[in-house]
């Protein structure tokens, strides 16, 4: 009887993680794609809206220079560029000044009390802007030179007020190669993204990498200075819009974007770690996050070990599933955003990856520290 007991609730668990694991694969496959609209240099009608792209840029002399380089050379005009320059201390100033007058340059003004440094940049970089249309791009961005053209037209076509998109990932080192793809999958599931598409859905995020928002439906939810204290601006922006009734979409567009997020391991993990934490903790949702990918993602592969162990067929066979669902589901992730299907076979290495972010995230937590990101430090 006992055994029969341990064998249903294992069967039960089990049909749990892969209704779990099978959510993010559907909202993956309901994710939408965008591509080039037409050939590049195909003229946009005459009567285009002007769009201001604004980039807050500080300390981004190795990434700004293709950045700026891409959107000079986008196909959409009326369109201006903006660099808000945040006091750095590398060449990012000199590297946008050579690009004038294609590109203005603003000096950052003093950071006030309250404000995260890069919402400060782009309220300063929307405040000397005059386009209908504000794209709000980061640094590190790689653009199609359709890029532009395509999202305002998607845009217009969609009638949205805010519109995003999601880049392809570049993955140079090792650990980018395991954890990104993991990463991934945890911002298509945590955001649930394909249902922000959906006018009567709650869900509401967007990619602050690439932001295009209609001027007068930011000024309507505030802006920048709405979210000034939000580390998570993007999302956060997403929610003023969606409590606003605004149109939201966000759409997947690897052959328009292309990013390299993180430098090197420890800048991908203070910026996961950044993303983890955020100015808003709770250690309850940690314990949380913790607790989920553990129970989600390593629980279940010790199942078809403790089954050979017993002996038991029956928890051999639930092992064996759980084991074929979870590793064929992160190798279909890794090769989803052009990585090695090898990397999605170490997938445990990445979830011990974010245990340890989650676990240092709690810690720093407990003790009050403050969240510390491009050289500024701001508190919980």
Not at 135 to 156: C, G, I, K, N
Not at 307 to 312: N, R
Request: proline residues 6%; positive net charge.
């Amino acid at each position: 009887m006992v055994d029969l007991v341990y064998v249903a609730l294992a069967a039960l668990a089990t049909g749990l993680v892969l209704i779990f694991q099978g959510y993010s694969l559907w909202l993956a496959s309901r994710m939408p794609r965008l591509g080039p609209a037409g050939p590049s240099g195909t003229a946009p009608p005459p009567d285009s809206p002007l769009v201001s792209a604004v980039i807050a840029a500080r300390n981004e002399e190795e990434d700004l220079p293709k950045c700026l380089d891409g959107l000079t050379a986008q196909d959409y005009r009326p369109m201006q560029i903006t660099v808000v320059d945040g006091a750095s201390t590398d060449r990012t100033r000199a590297l946008a000044e050579a690009r004038a007058p294609a590109v203005r340059v603003i000096e950052e003004p003093t950071l006030p009390e309250g404000w995260v440094g890069k919402n400060w940049a782009c309220d300063v970089g929307y405040r000397a802007s005059q386009g209908e249309y504000l794209l709000f791009t980061d640094a590190d961005m790689r653009y199609h030179p359709t890029a532009v053209r395509s999202t305002v037209e998607w845009a217009q076509r969609e009638h949205a007020d805010l519109a995003t998109l999601a880049p392809h990932v570049e993955t140079v080192g090792f650990w980018e190669k395991v954890v990104m793809p993991f990463y991934v999958q945890v911002v298509l599931t945590y955001f649930r993204t394909p249902l922000v598409n959906r006018d009567s859905s709650r869900a509401a995020m967007a990619n602050g990498q690439f932001l295009l928002v209609r001027r007068d439906a930011y000024e309507y939810v505030g802006g920048h200075a709405a979210i000034r204290g939000a580390v998570f601006e993007d999302v956060r922006l997403a929610q003023e819009f969606r409590r606003a009734h605004k149109r939201l979409r966000v759409a997947w567009a690897p052959d328009l974007l292309a990013t390299r997020m993180y430098r090197d391991r420890h800048e991908m993990f203070e910026g996961l770690l950044k993303s983890v934490h955020g100015t808003e903790y709770s250690t309850l949702r940690q314990m949380g996050f913790l607790a989920a990918l553990i129970g989600f993602f390593w629980l279940p592969l010790g199942l078809l070990p403790l089954g050979l162990v017993l002996g038991s067929p029956v928890l051999s066979g639930l092992g064996t599933l759980l084991w074929v669902a979870l590793f064929g589901k992160h190798v279909v992730f890794a090769k989803a955003i052009r990585g090695s299907a090898a990397y999605g076979l170490l997938f445990p290495l990445a979830v011990g990856y974010y245990l340890v972010i989650v676990g240092t995230s709690i810690s720093r937590g407990l003790r009050g520290s403050p969240l510390v990101w491009k050289g500024r430090s701001y508190p919980r």
